[in-house]
């Protein structure tokens, strides 16, 4: 199973901006697409943002897009969503997945992922 560990996260002011990344270990990255959800307390998970990184391809939710950027370097393995202009209701625990890349971004935040990372708190308060 491929192992994701994730940095980033904290306390970010309303307007502010954040970058949250996951690293993949022992394999190459091109063989999976990332996705990232995100949980907040008393709501339902949420799938906002995927990139395959076989051909580079993205998704993103209406509610973040214009506000969120994901993006990955492949030669560090590592994939980012950059968290532009939050607000309060981004306020959640993050979580990068990764699935194999046919599958790629055609995935929900219900379904059953490859790997998970450890999990982020980004807390969007003044």
């Known amino acids: 199973q491929p192992q994701l560990v994730q940095s980033g996260g904290g306390l970010v002011q309303p307007g502010g901006s954040l970058r949250l990344s996951c690293v993949l270990s022992?394999?190459?990255?091109?063989?999976?697409?990332i996705a990232w959800l995100r949980q907040a307390p008393g709501k339902e998970r949420e799938w906002i943002s995927c990139?395959?990184?076989?051909?580079?391809?993205?998704k993103i939710v209406d509610s973040v897009k214009g506000r969120f950027t994901i993006s990955s370097d492949v030669a560090k393995n590592s994939v980012y969503l950059q968290m532009d202009s939050p607000t309060s209701e981004d306020t959640a625990l993050y979580l990068c997945?990764?699935?194999?890349?046919?599958?790629?971004?055609?995935?929900?935040?219900?379904?059953?992922?490859?790997?998970w990372g450890q999990g982020t708190q980004v807390t969007v308060s003044s």
């Open positions: 997945t990764a699935v194999d890349h046919l599958t790629g971004c055609n995935t929900h935040a219900d379904d059953v992922f490859d790997g």
């Open positions: 990139i395959n990184n076989r051909d580079g391809s993205t």
């Open positions: 022992g394999r190459s990255l091109k063989l999976y697409a």
